[in-house]
């Protein structure tokens, strides 16, 4: 189906990056054949070659040989994903970005940063706050780089109030399977120019064409803000106050629910204490204001509501830094759970559903005898469901992965919240939007004829 790699295309890859930038040897491979899904043992595979170009042109003229001669090439960014997107099934060459970890321009007129694809999410947060900005996504693991959060479109802890990366992408350029350098949008705020091709573009996984280069938004940071950690006995209390938080009219930046399941892990692995007192489950709450009065105003407003709706309590975190403590502690739960769990799942539901969703994944977890310990983004819906490894989890995984899928599915959730689909959710696509897959397999087909770029991957062609 695909063509082989000769040594003769290996030597013009290493014309093209330098000898040192490719990698044909096994043993340093190994990190390019997973990425961070728990059970990446089931779905590894190794490329035939690692390339790590410099530069845009150097990209083109890989992706050039690679339509050439019909080698797949799947792109891959800091392998933090979580649905198997970057591990290259077919082989073939893996095309890593890390090289490219230039910031090209902080625009403080028109609040925009530009970098290169390989550049990491903790670097730009680091170069834009030097300069008294302020980029909000914050998925979990920040070591992400650009072009990796663009095509999966990440999400992550602050999405309540700012959104995920759409919101967040003004432009990109984009290396096309034929080879092609393309650029979509920029630092424009309005564009009407037809389709969205920029919209097409993130959240495609890699599976469309490699993006080289992201112009991102920026913002004026919020002048206060404050987090509350919200104790409660039971996590239905917890869930139920959610919607009493949005009817107040205030938007959280973040609001998320933790069941505390996760916090003794989680404080064995970091050797932190939890900093409140422990309870059943607890709703972490981020909220910000122009000015520190008006946000304490806010904290009281929340904490009474909260109250009302059964917490035991309310702590407040007032300090930035503290407040980016406990947000990289939340950023560990799952790392704090890995050894011991099959999966983390991340499906979608509207909001009003989380606490039906979550008592029906109880009810699952009772049925099938597996600890299904829970997380989430409380405020828009998106929920980590984690399948463990308790005893007999083996027979009855797919059967309950299924299961909580179609429960996700049933009120009118989707899938995959911010992961996306890769490799480990292609099946369930096709399963319950089959009209989808197959609007999406022909825009595959025509902007990659030949299934080339990250082919296996969300669609089959
Ligand atoms: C502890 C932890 C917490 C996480 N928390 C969150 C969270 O809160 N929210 C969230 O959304 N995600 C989260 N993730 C998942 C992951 O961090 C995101 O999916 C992230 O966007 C992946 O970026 P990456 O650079 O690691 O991409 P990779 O894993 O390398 O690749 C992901 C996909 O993008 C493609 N790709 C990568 N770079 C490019 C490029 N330049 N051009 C084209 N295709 C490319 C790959 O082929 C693959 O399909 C978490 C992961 C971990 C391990």
């Known amino acids: 189906m695909y063509g082989k790699l000769t040594p003769e295309i290996v030597d013009e890859l290493k ?83 890390e090289r490219m970890n ?77 080879g092609e350098i393309m650029e979509i949008g920029g630092k424009l705020v309005k564009d009407c120019a037809g389709y969205s091709l920029l919209d097409l573009f993130i959240g495609s996984e890699g599976t469309l064409g490699i993006v080289t280069k992201g112009i991102l938004k920026l913002m004026a940071p919020p002048p206060s803000s404050l987090m509350l950690i919200v104790p409660y006995n039971s996590l239905h209390d917890a869930i139920k106050s959610v919607p009493a938080i949005l009817k107040t009219g205030v938007i959280p930046i973040s609001l998320e629910f933790i069941e505390d399941d996760v916090i003794g892990p989680t404080e064995e692995l970091t050797k932190k204490k939890w900093p409140v007192m422990r309870a059943k489950a607890y709703l972490m709450i981020i909220v910000d204001s122009t000015s520190e009065e008006e946000v304490m105003n806010i904290g009281m407003k929340l904490t009474e509501v909260c109250i009302e709706n059964g917490a035991i309590d309310a702590f407040v975190i007032d300090t930035r830094s503290k407040q980016e403590e406990l947000l990289e502690f939340r950023g560990i739960f799952y790392e704090a759970l890995k050894e011991n769990m099959a999966e983390i799942l991340d499906i979608s539901v509207p909001p009003s559903k989380i606490a039906e969703y979550v008592e029906g994944t109880k009810r699952l977890s009772e049925k099938y005898g597996i600890s299904l310990p829970t997380y989430g983004h409380a405020g828009d819906g998106n929920v980590h469901t984690h399948i463990m490894k308790d005893e007999g989890w083996e027979e009855k995984y797919e059967a309950l992965r299924k299961e909580i899928h179609e429960l996700g599915i049933s009120l009118g959730g989707t899938i995959t919240g911010e992961h996306g689909v890769g490799l480990t959710k292609k099946g369930y696509l096709k399963e319950f939007e089959p009209k989808k897959v197959e609007l999406m397999r022909s825009i595959k087909r025509a902007m990659d004829p030949d299934n080339i770029m990250n082919p296996g991957k969300i669609v089959d062609i």
Do not use: W
């Not at 730009?124 to 980029?135: D, N, R, S, T």
């Not at 998925?139 to 999966?152: H, K, L, Y």
């Open 15 to 97: 014309r093209i990056v330098g000898e040192k930038n490719v990698t044909v040897s096994k043993d340093e491979m190994e990190d390019y054949s997973h990425d961070e899904v728990a059970m990446s043992e089931r779905i590894k595979h190794y490329p035939d070659v690692v390339v790590k170009p410099g530069s845009t042109e150097e990209v083109s003229e890989i992706v050039k040989i690679a339509h050439r001669e019909k080698i797949p090439i799947t792109p891959r960014g800091a392998g933090t994903g979580l649905s198997g997107g970057c591990v290259p099934i077919y082989g073939g060459i893996v095309l890593s970005l």
């Open 102 to 178: 230039r910031i090209i321009e902080i625009d403080e007129e028109n609040f925009t940063v530009t970098a290169e694809a390989g550049v990491r999410l903790m670097e730009i947060f680091e170069a834009v706050e030097k300069k008294g900005l302020f980029f909000p996504p914050h998925p979990g693991d920040t070591s992400a780089m650009v072009g990796g959060v663009i095509v999966t479109n990440a999400g992550g802890a602050r999405a309540v109030k700012y959104g995920v990366m759409r919101n967040f992408v003004r432009g990109i350029e984009v290396v096309l399977p034929d």
